[in-house]
């Protein structure tokens, strides 16, 4: 069973403590600069209410624990960057997260507005695949959604593992490749195709959960 987290919401729609990431997500979405984070304790998340969000939110911490279109079609850039840190993150870009059901099991992905909560893209679900593999193809798309628009913007993900291999420009995975995988691999071997046939110069950068609370494209599903 997953573990009760309590969502502190700064500002948002309606300010308050939350006990589920939707009820959080609800008082978020669409709200310009949200400001929100989650805890492990009710006692954790009433002394960050009402401590306010500028001791909370969005600080650096010495010892911080680190958590649709087609791809278009031509050596990537890969320019990766540690977790922003203070009050840095970059709203003029896009936030992606993975959904799944079991891990193997069914996947979703999807891509949102990191200022807006606004969907870009959505795909699934997809009948089996990996939570890594899920956010691997997110990154990508994310990616050749933005090169599409010839955009720029900064791509987000709370994923350590799908950076490193969006680097690589290859998954790392044990996955089998079968006939109730062949959905998840068709997507990842277009993936890998168009990191092996694109440049790009967007930022990648790794979300910081424990500072800045879930990703804005989460699912809600830990």
Known sequence: MAKQKFYVVWEGHKPGIYTSWPECQTQVN??????????????????AYSNGWKQNWGRDKAKTAGSGSGYPSNHSKY?????????????????VDV????NPGPV????????????????????????????FIAIVHALAYLKKQGSKRTVYTDSKTALAWVRNKKPATSLERNDSTREIWELTDRAVQWLQNNKY??????????????????????
């Open 201 to 222: 110069e967007n930022k990648i950068l790794k979300w910081n959960t424990v500072e800045w609370g879930e990703i804005k494209a989460d699912f809600g599903r830990k």
């Open 79 to 95: 320019k990766s960057s540690t977790t922003a840190t203070k009050e840095e993150i970059d709203y003029d870009s896009i936030s």
């Open 99 to 102: 959904g799944t059901r079991g």
């Open 108 to 135: 979703e992905y999807k891509g949102v507005d990191t200022q807006t909560g606004e969907i870009l893209f959505y795909v699934g679900p997809v009948k089996n695949g990996t939570n890594n593999l899920g956010e």
């Open 30 to 47: 669409g709200y310009t600069n949200a400001k929100y984070k989650s805890y492990e304790s009710h006692a954790e998340a009433e002394a």
